[in-house]
């Protein structure tokens, strides 16, 4: 860090070779620096360069980084980066091409471009860049480099400090015993140099450390015959461990690694290619960006089919109990598919829905505001159009109701990418975009149920009625005073009295039936097509990939990471390492579909 601190301009370039450490180093200088920062001082961001789209600038790279990863604002993320607030860590500018991209032509050269004109005033803006040693000489030797940086090439260990490393990690120094002995007497042979990267030295200990004979590496001759012995050994002896402590392991290792080469193939042949405006990456595992891997249309697709097959219990409901039944019925349920058969073309159109959360915060943004307008606005046009069919008391619940509640629920939910609020781990995204969907299905399912009972006078009407006021109160209430407390207090005494005072005036209780149903059937309807879009784009993955991935992805993903074949990265995992990446997509076979990159 203390070398790093002293270069001027602060710009540095860090080489070695494949698996020598060169990640490792640059996350340990970056919490270094976060350790030892000031106010004053920016704030480093690691970044995979793998998924930069060098059309566009490092400056509007981390903007989009910021946004999508850290859930700024626009506004805070464009003011941060202008005002050079953030240090990028930009990651493997080795793994941006495949080996046979010209140099010329790579988006590596073109990255290196953006990076010299990464400025701070008239000096180089701080920057730190890693790269496989052979790969930047050759970038150097056309021309491209990082200009005014400094550079630091790691070096592989000798074979003492190997010996010694694997005297202080392993439970018993004894069973390496012959291991450590044939390193100190052969300091050039196959085993030293295969074990002088960290990774394959990790990767021996994984292996070796607990399970199996560590004396069978004196065995394997060649390079590339042990290094492939290692990685092979790796993913059985993690997932052993991991049962140690249960009856039976999670995953058996047969699967482990085939639904791991499955996803590792898909990085690995989609790198740098573009599909529906979006650069995907090499080496980032993003639950929602995963989609294409099912198909670029079969996705999207069972995407809009399920938008429309919501819609089917609410016609249902609706045309068989309803007192609205018959021509009103039949208007009904025509009404209701013509709309989702709508949404249903524009979520195909759509190739990457954004996740959505909850945000009081909104509500007292531009943003949040014009959002509530337009929910109220939308309200009306229900309101106005329910009065032409059902006439005006059920044209007057639905469009008071339905724009308050449409009002409040797109002023509090928005993408995620607008929020302002941060979004932890990689399963984020999807638990918000979860959990609006589920309070706005809430919202709006006790009202659906209280319009259509509302001619019947019903018990049923006006608990759902006391339900939404308290529900709307209580979101107003906790989005000015900004206390979920207050929210929850004020909701519930709102709704009791407004549903005690109503419910004592009523002497019917009809229509109760089609209250009870249609209410949750519309709040699935609601929910599930209006706002989880991003979940439902994830779910048609998942039905798309049936037999090659586990349904429970996202499950499966977080054991891999807690055992250490992944890394987590913001709201990404990646591989632990990109020898592991490829050698794991070496497993999944000859397949070589890569999306179209003119779409």
């Not at 700024?72 to 202008?82: G, R």
Request: aromatic share 10%; hydrophobic share 40%.
């Amino acid at each position: 860090m203390e070398f790093y601190q002293a270069t001027r301009p602060q710009r540095l370039v860090v080489t070695g070779g494949p698996g020598t450490g060169k990640t490792v180093l640059a996350l340990e200088l970056l919490l270094a620096l976060l350790d030892s920062r000031s106010e004053a001082d920016p704030v480093p961001i690691r970044i995979s360069a793998a998924s930069w789209n060098t059309k566009l600038s490092l400056e509007r790279l981390l903007i989009d980084h910021l946004i999508d990863v850290y859930g700024l604002s626009s506004a805070t993320a464009k003011h941060v980066v202008e005002t050079r607030y953030i240090l990028p860590v930009l990651d493997g500018l080795d793994e941006m091409d495949t080996e046979d991209t010209p140099v010329t032509e790579s988006r590596a050269a073109a990255a290196l471009e953006w990076c010299n004109s990464y400025q701070d005033g008239r000096a180089g803006a701080p920057l730190v860049l890693t790269c496989r040693a052979d790969y930047y000489e050759d970038l150097t030797n056309f021309g491209q480099r990082v200009l005014d940086s400094a550079r630091i090439e790691v070096h592989p260990p000798s074979a003492d400090q190997i010996c010694a490393f694997l005297i202080r990690r392993v439970r018993d120094p004894h069973r390496w015993q012959a291991v450590t002995n044939a390193l100190t007497e052969n300091s050039s042979g196959t085993l030293t140099r295969t074990l002088s990267t960290p990774w394959q030295l990790t990767l021996a200990i994984a292996a070796y450390d607990t399970i199996g004979d560590p004396d069978e590496l004196l065995n394997i001759s060649g390079d590339r015959a042990l290094a492939e012995h290692l990685v092979e050994r790796f993913i059985p002896a993690v997932t052993q461990l991991s049962s140690r402590s249960k009856k039976k392991a999670p995953y058996k290792p047969e699967d482990v690694t085939r639904w791991l080469a499955e996803l590792a193939n898909y990085l690995n042949l989609n790198a740098g290619h573009t599909l529906g405006g979006r650069v995907l990456s090499g080496s980032d595992i993003v639950l929602h960006h995963l989609w294409p891997l099912g198909g670029n249309r079969a996705p999207r697709l069972v995407d809009a089919m399920l938008a429309v097959l919501a819609a089917v219990p609410v016609c249902v409901i609706v045309y068989t109990v309803s007192p609205h039944s018959g021509t009103q019925g039949i208007t009904i349920l025509a009404y209701t598919m013509a709309a989702n058969i709508l949404f249903a073309s524009i979520y195909y159109s759509r190739w990457w829905p954004h996740p959505q959360r909850l945000n009081f915060r909104r509500m007292h943004s531009r943003h949040g505001f014009r959002s509530m307008i337009t929910g109220l606005l939308g309200g009306i046009v229900v309101g106005f159009t329910s009065a032409q069919l059902f006439g005006p008391t059920i044209g007057f619940a639905g469009g008071l109701f339905y724009g308050l509640t449409y009002g409040a629920s797109f002023g509090l939910t928005g993408d995620i990418k607008d929020d302002q609020v941060e979004i932890k781990g990689p399963e984020g995204p999807l638990r918000h975009d979860a959990r609006s969907a589920v309070f706005f299905g809430l919202i709006s399912g006790p009202l659906y149920g209280l319009s259509v009972s509302a001619s019947g006078d019903s018990l049923i009407f006006w608990i759902a009625f006391s339900m939404t006021v308290g529900i709307t109160n209580g979101a107003t209430a906790g989005a000015i005073f900004r206390s979920p407390k207050i929210a929850v207090m004020f909701g519930f005494f709102s709704g009791l009295g407004s549903g005690l005072s109503q419910a004592y005036t009523s002497d019917q209780v009809s229509g109760d039936l089609t209250a009870i149903l249609a209410a949750p059937a519309f709040s699935l309807l609601v929910g599930f097509v209006i706002l989880a879009r991003a979940s439902r784009r994830y779910l048609s993955f998942l039905i798309c990939t049936r037999g090659r991935l586990p349904w429970r992805l996202n499950r499966f993903l977080r054991w891999s990471y807690s055992v250490g074949i992944l890394r987590a990265s913001g709201v990404a995992y990646q591989f632990r390492h990109l020898e592991l990446q490829d050698w794991l997509a070496q497993q999944a076979g000859s397949r070589t579909q890569t999306p179209d990159s003119r779409v």
